[in-house]
């Protein structure tokens, strides 16, 4: 799957619900344990008790700090999206900038990344100052992506072997 890109990032294509999208939360912590320097936004979501929908928070992979942003609605049809907590998100990608890691891991390219909103801005910067990146995209925006992205960039499978795999031959040529 990967496309061997000059530039240092990649999407790593899962499958909305089917994926176990643990993998990435574990090449993290593999990485980390290695001593490499990782920044960016895992993502988790779950149903609190007495809730019936649920809230997603992001996690800074930094410093551990959870974000909420998607609470649950009262009515399943509302959005939840806060763009407070979303902005919040938005600094901690922001910093990277400033303080670049080896390599940036962010479990975002939703719906509003999908419509050049929400992370977007701060994903391009980050491709644009050549700081390594996996980024996690779901098969069925592959196709957004690569226009948005200009198919540039690698593409790999969401498991641990293809992120390693990723992660080390393009530390091997830097």
């Excluded at 974000?67 to 600094?91: F, Q, R, W, Y």
């Excluded at 962010?106 to 910067?125: H, R, S, V």
């Excluded at 980050?126 to 390594?132: F, K, R, V």
Aim: glycine content about 6%.
């Amino acid at each position: 799957m990967s496309q061997q890109s000059s530039l240092p990032f990649a999407a790593a294509v899962y499958q909305p619900k089917k994926t176990d999208k643990s993998q990435l939360s574990s090449f993290v912590a593999r990485l980390q344990a290695d001593g490499v320097r990782i920044a960016g936004i895992l993502q988790e979501s779950h149903i609190k008790p007495g809730e019936k929908t649920r809230t997603i928070e992001s996690i800074d992979i930094r410093t551990s700090q959870r974000v909420a942003i998607k609470n649950p609605m009262k009515h399943e049809a509302e959005c939840g999206l806060d763009a407070g907590n979303l902005i919040e998100t938005s600094a901690i990608l922001r910093e990277i900038l400033d303080n670049p890691p080896d390599l940036v891991v962010m479990e975002k390219f939703g719906g509003q990344e999908q419509l050049g909103k929400g992370l977007y801005d701060e994903i391009m910067q980050i491709i644009a100052a050549h700081i390594p990146l996996i980024l996690s995209v779901p098969e069925p925006a592959l196709p957004l992506w690569r226009e948005m992205s200009e198919n540039m960039g690698d593409e790999i499978a969401f498991s641990v072997e293809a992120m390693d795999g990723w992660w080390s031959e393009l530390s091997a040529n830097q």
